[in-house]
């Protein structure tokens, strides 16, 4: 007993019954019912959204016994021929297996005969971009001067290796991916129509599966029928494509947001008595986050409703902490080949979520007392009174230092206790937050003059990026803990948050306390080390070379000899290696 997957059973055979490429289908229906129907067709895409299907439903409205147009009749012998794949006027030529120039120079001489049945012989090259460059180079004349009876349609999934030649003799056509609600929708029809039940939650799983790919959605579809026996049900179809459940997925955040280490390990420990995919889960886990960043900013869009409480933790977690999650799940992703094992990526992964800890959830969990602490992980009693100490003897030994250095420069009464207020600590901010460094409980120092911030940056003992970023930098002003500062926009790329990170800490050391950075772009305003760098080096130059023309042996050769100073040949001598 023969069995025709769903696949083929449900491929299209008229325009009408496409899924998910209007844009296509209108440009080729206007094109047949108008007449003006061009030679060559290029049609675009990803695997399963229907190039081929496309073009054979074009094939068949320019064959059509009962007329041309977009509408073919499906019915003619012409009709189920070209759905039979028989029909001797539609070639189909794979290029993957058909790549020389051999196969290419067969196709051109048989084109100059005219079809033997239909009005049009139509010649579908799929996977185009496998032909080789001796083949495109055989087919250029014919395909820019074809035959008035040979129409090409070509198929690709790669068309950044055709030729520029190539596309330029042809119009070209990109299909989309389909998204999920397209491939949910087309699942639940054909379902019905096979009388075969199943729950939404398999069908959602079946549809995100297929990742945009229609035909991968319906092969997995023929597995999960296979697999189930009978109803589909989420369980079975998450069984089947090896996916997590996503109430693992909502423990885990929970666990986050509680703060609760011990639980978040306990979750990954058992998650991996299912030998997961590690990798798909951090896919959960960033998308589940997507979908708690966008009911945090648009309240109003509808996010799905399944086992996560969006709600909740919308509600529980700030915003920036949710990108911050996302970034670091993006990334662990990516490093999950690099760890000593993929559990262990994974497991770090989540820890370094949870250092960054959400304060609101924080308080909620710890006692009152320590509430105003849960912003980062607490430091033991003698490492706080080692950096209270430390922190004292920087703001006095800098304050003595401003003092000897600038005493015209009004300084702030220096620290009187050992033990000063301990700086509030330091939690990384995500880029899309606009203030780039912690607000400071207290300042210490003060910069005073643009003079003041280039001996900051000269003893900061930055180096690469960080130190660009601060040689950069204009003074502007400082007061009540916010340092402002400037950038041209030539240089506002250097502005990262790790990088401004590192230049609050080395700027912060030197003032005895916490700095908040604020940048402002535009013209320049004050002087920056690398514009003070640039003049200096500018005067070194001109007094070099003034000095150097005034020696009696330069004048006199200048004289006697008509001798001139080539530009640009004269170093100052502190330059030289």
Known sequence: MSYLVLARKWRPKRFAELVGQEHVVRALTNALETGRVHHAFLFTGTRGVGKTTIARIFAKSLNCERGTGADPCGECETCQAIDAGRYI????????????????????????YMPSRGRYKVYLIDEVHMLSKAAFNALLKTLEEPPEHVKFLFATTDPEKLLVTVLSRCLQFNLKRLDEAQIRGQISKILNAE?????DDAIAQLAKAADGSLRDGLSLLDQAIAYAGGKLDGAVVASMLGTV???????????LADVDGARLLNEAAQLAEFSPDWASILDAFALALHRIQVKQLVPDMDV???????????????????QLWYQMALNGRRDLA????????????????????????????MPTQAAAQASAPQAPPQAVQQVRNEAAARAR??????????????????????????????????????????????????????????????ASGLKGPAKLLADNSGFIAHSEGVLRLSLTPEQEHLKSPSLVLQLCDAIGQQLAGQVQIRFEIGQSRGETASGRQARERVAKQSGAESGFIAEPAVQRLMQQHSAQLVPDSIRPLDNER
């Open 89 to 112: 006027d539609l070639l189909e030529i794979d290029a993957a297996s058909n790549t020389g120039v051999d196969n290419v120079r067969e196709l051109i001489e048989n084109a100059q």
């Open 195 to 199: 009388g075969i039940e199943a729950d």
């Open 245 to 255: 459940d996503r109430t693992r997925i909502q423990a885990l955040l929970a666990a």
């Open 304 to 322: 799905g409703s399944d086992a996560i409480d969006v709600e909740a933790l919308a509600a529980a977690l700030r915003p920036e902490l949710v």
């Open 338 to 365: 690099y760890a000593p094992s993929p559990r262990s990526g994974f497991e770090m992964t989540l820890l370094r979520m949870l250092a960054f800890r959400p304060e609101a959830a924080a308080q909620r969990t």
């Open 397 to 458: 030994a800098v304050f003595e230092e401003s003092n000897a250095a600038a005493p015209s420069r009004p300084a702030p009464t220096p620290p009187t206790s050992v033990a000063a207020p301990p700086p509030t600590p330091v939690t990384a901010v995500p880029t899309s937050a606009p203030i780039l460094a912690p607000t400071p409980v207290a300042s210490g120092l003060l910069v005073t003059d643009s003079e003041h911030w280039l001996e900051l940056v000269a």
